[in-house]
């Protein structure tokens, strides 16, 4: 894996995190019962982005290094997805001659 790539995948992941881990305990103007004129009820009151952007990049963290280790290793290669057997034979395999 090259440092693009790595670095790209672990901007999917943060975003898909992100956005996962911003609803998770949220008070809103209509539960604190402060509503600003011109808002809905449903608007955030506190919404501790900070907080949630911490928790979303050691949750991120953590699944890159899943990611990274699973790539990295060979544990699942590109020829375990191909799943049409576009690819062609592996190389390894056996082509019926035994010489």
Known sequence: ????????LFAVL???TFLTVIPFR???QGDVGEI???TQAGAPH??????KAMITTA???VLWLICFYIVTSGVITMRDIDMFNRMGPDATQSHGTDE
Request: positive net charge; charged residues 15%; aromatic residues 8%.
């Open 26 to 28: 949220i008070k809103t």
């Open 14 to 16: 943060w975003f898909v």
């Open 59 to 61: 949750i991120a963290a």
């Open 36 to 38: 600003v004129p011109g």
């Open 1 to 8: 894996m090259g440092i693009t790539s790595a670095i790209v």
């Open 46 to 51: 506190e919404h501790g982005l900070k907080k």
